[in-house]
């Protein structure tokens, strides 16, 4: 039967950080082995030269600090080609070109790894000297924000975080070592940063060093004081563990319980917060001793508790049961403390071998990456199911990553105090998971659209649901991080208005909700463009123009391009006279003798004029019988001024003077203009005028009804209405009937007055 290299129960760190390894088929493990050993090798020839004779800004020998990280990394399983990548990371420093040359030699994993190793580098070091030398107390808001720069780096790539973390640990060592002063900067980093890390993702064995060595710089004196104490009592500690470990493996081999009883080591930093917390002297602390049992499965685990407490008393309140409630780390064992004989309590802990494993290794474990691609080890298949699992290991230490963060975050409230200038400083971003594992940055409450508008802008608009950790929310759900969020779109569409809505929650992000944004205002002008453009292909083919091209026309006229004619004639910003003007041959010029003639003929006219003014609503001064025609671009009325434009073939168009369209032709052609007045049938309680009135303001449910019973009230009739809306924004153009523009104005003035109305004018 196949199975999953994923699903050893002892994998290390080992199967964790080898991410490129080639396919392997069954037999190549050895010769795989060797050609890492050598490549092992070939790194370290090759960074010698280079490292030789130079120091890192700790003041350690390159080569020599470089050698200690491969040790270290070696003594916690880390495989060849991560070892090689030490040797690289600070060879690098020395190179022109460091990621080509690395490429080439070691290949482009080797290059990225050293290249990402060496950035987190430049940040740590540009940061540090803000840590300043303040003992052992909590970091401040600065260096708290530089941890967050570090959680991100690592988050990409968990190699990077065993080699910092190998680093730090060999740094410390060379100051134990050669004895010299310690920065106080570096042990704090080391002690609040470096060593929780390595404990939330399980690294116990650099954890420990890496506080004793940080505990032994901060405070010499009580390091000093607790390890002369336990250098007096050790003898005899060593005797009554011995003799407690012999009475209990044979207590259990009786019982038929294969196990491996060991005596536990305990940790000067680890004495001294016992001390603090527990409020003990060092010599209850000494008398504590503490013992690890090692068995084969999980019922093998309850069936040596039940035999410790057989042959010791129990204290009930020292249980914890982490096998059924395992630590947020993946952390599983019983722990119990029990006192013997003499009253001497025993702390012992009980776990599988795969538990050890895992409490040695870490989040690590999770990972389990066989060193053999898809072939797996003697041909035995890793896919399928295989890429699932590794995104998952990815979630696992993202989480514990994002706990190691918060607990920095917690650590600072408690240092500020009640809630003080350290509260929310992680509050700001959450990090989710696609399905496939990609980690995705979002502000804190980001909602599904928020997610999937930073994956791609076409998978926003076309959002319709969202899973997160395979159950359906809502779209306005706000995400958590460590979740598994999957997008459900459509093949096709948009998003809607509702999401702009900050009532209702859809969007947190202010990247997507300007996307949204910008797709209705794209709408608004494909909306806008068309209805130009069908205004001017209409007008052509009135004026049997049709051959004429769009884009002749649009340059012709001054603009870019169609498009932008066909935008600002949708918008009622442009007239299409404008256009007739340039479709139609200018008539010729009159010459002077042409104009005196035309002059006299209007003077010899002026008493046929007033003769029929009574009758008339719009007189022609100096003309009679002339077509007039009111102007649809303005729209007069009286008392208006009004002035004259002789047309070709139309008559007079009759514009307000302050008509945009009337200054223009009248700049271009002034001989056209001709002096016009309202006459008395135009005055009259009989006359009607539609008048077009513009009003923009905010819009509510409602507005437009409340505009109309204004116009009602005032007894006006609206003929026509057209709103548009864009976000909370509305403009409204009404036509409406009135024989007095005068009167008009009182009624404009009370819609002003309406909820919401912004600006009220006549067009």
Not at 611 to 640: F, H, I, M, N, Y
Request: aromatic share 6%; net charge neutral; with cysteine.
């Amino acid at each position: 039967m196949k199975t999953s290299a994923l699903e050893s129960p002892h994998a290390t760190i080992v199967e964790l950080v080898d991410l490129d390894l080639p396919e392997g088929e069954a037999g190549d493990l050895a010769n795989l082995r060797q050609a890492r050993e050598e490549g092992l090798a070939r790194a370290r020839d090759f960074a010698a030269p280079l490292l030789d004779g130079q120091h890192i800004d700790s003041g350690e020998p390159a080569l020599a600090h470089a050698d200690g990280v491969s040790l270290i990394l070696h003594g916690i399983g880390a495989p060849p080609s991560l070892r090689a990548v030490a040797y690289l990371v600070y060879a690098s420093a020395f190179l022109k070109q460091p990621d080509e040359v690395i490429a080439r030699a070691f290949g482009a994993d080797a290059a990225h790894l050293a290249a990402h190793a060496r950035k987190l580098v430049q940040i740590q070091r540009n940061a540090r000297d803000m840590l300043g030398d303040e003992g052992l107390g909590p970091l401040n808001a600065e260096q708290v924000e530089r941890i967050r720069k570090m959680l991100l780096a690592f988050s990409r790539d968990l190699r990077v975080v065993l080699l910092r973390l190998a680093s730090r640990l060999q740094t410390l060592r060379h100051f134990a070592e050669t004895k010299q002063p310690c920065p106080k900067a570096l042990a704090r980093e080391a002690m609040q940063v470096f060593a929780p890390l390595a404990n939330r993702l399980g690294i116990w064995q650099i954890k420990w060093e890496l506080e004793d060595l940080s505990f032994r710089f901060l405070m010499p004196d009580t390091y000093r004081s607790i390890a002369r104490s336990l250098d007096e009592k050790r003898i005899e500690r060593e005797r009554n563990v011995e003799h407690a470990r012999q009475t209990l493996a044979q207590a259990l081999a009786s019982s038929g319980i294969e196990a491996t009883v060991q005596g536990r080591p305990k940790h000067l930093y680890s004495i001294w917060k016992k001390m603090q917390g527990k409020s003990l002297t060092i010599e209850r602390v000494f008398d504590l001793r503490a013992l690890r049992v090692i068995v084969s499965d999980v019922p093998a685990c309850y069936a040596a508790l039940s035999r410790v407490h057989e042959l010791w008393q129990p204290m009930p309140e020292e249980f914890s049961d982490y096998i059924a409630r395992p630590k947020p780390n993946g952390y599983q064992s019983l722990h119990t403390v029990v006192q013997d004989e003499q009253g001497r309590p025993i702390e012992i802990q009980i776990r599988t071998q795969a538990m050890h494993d895992h409490a040695e290794s870490g989040v690590a474990a999770h990972w389990a990456y066989k060193e053999a691609g898809t072939k797996g080890y003697a041909g035995v298949q890793a896919a399928g199911e295989f890429e699932s699992r590794v995104a998952e290991a990815r979630k696992t230490v993202l989480r514990q990553l994002l706990a190691w963060e918060r607990d920095l975050a917690a650590a600072d409230d408690q240092y500020q105090g009640q809630g003080g200038a350290g509260h929310g400083l992680f509050d700001d971003r959450i990090y989710v998971f696609t399905p496939d594992g990609k980690i995705i940055d979002l502000p804190a409450g980001a909602t599904p659209i928020d997610f999937a508008y930073a994956l791609h802008t076409d998978l926003g608009h076309r959002c319709r649901g969202a899973r997160v950790d395979g159950a359906m929310v809502t779209l306005n759900t706000s995400l958590l991080s460590g979740q598994t969020v999957e997008v459900v779109a459509a093949k096709e569409g948009g998003p809607s208005l509702d999401w702009l809505n900050a009532e209702q929650g859809y969007l947190r992000s202010p990247r997507a909700r300007a996307k949204v944004r910008a797709w209705f205002n794209a709408l608004a002008q494909q909306a806008t463009i068309a209805r130009g453009r069908d205004a001017v292909e209409r007008l052509l083919q009135r004026e049997g123009k049709t051959s004429v091209k769009l884009e002749s026309l649009a340059d012709m006229l001054g603009f870019r391009n169609a498009d932008a004619l066909f935008e600002v004639v949708g918008k009622d910003e442009f007239s299409l006279r404008n256009i007739e003007q340039v479709l139609r041959p200018s008539a010729p010029e009159q010459t002077a003798d042409e104009l005196i003639a035309q002059r006299l003929a209007r003077t010899e006219q002026e008493a046929a004029a007033s003769r029929g003014k009574e009758g008339r609503g719009v007189l022609v001064v100096g003309v009679d019988s002339l077509l007039t025609q009111l102007a649809r671009c303005c729209r007069p009325a009286p008392p208006d001024a009004i002035g004259g434009y002789v047309t070709r073939g139309k008559g007079v168009a009759v514009h307000r003077r302050e008509c945009s369209n009337f200054r223009q032709m009248a700049h271009q052609h002034p001989e056209r203009v001709i002096a016009v007045e309202w006459g008395k049938q135009a005055m009259g309680d009989d006359a009607s005028y539609a008048v077009d009135v513009l009003i923009e303001g905010h819009d509510r449910p409602g507005l437009l009804r409340d505009v109309c019973d204004v116009f009602a009230q005032g007894k006006t009739h609206v003929k026509a209405m057209h709103s548009q809306s864009h976000h909370d924004e509305i403009t409204i153009t009404l036509t409406v009937q009135t024989a007095d523009t005068s009167k008009l104005a009182s009624l404009l003035s009370r819609v002003a007055q309406v909820h919401g109305i912004a600006k009220i004018r006549r067009k």
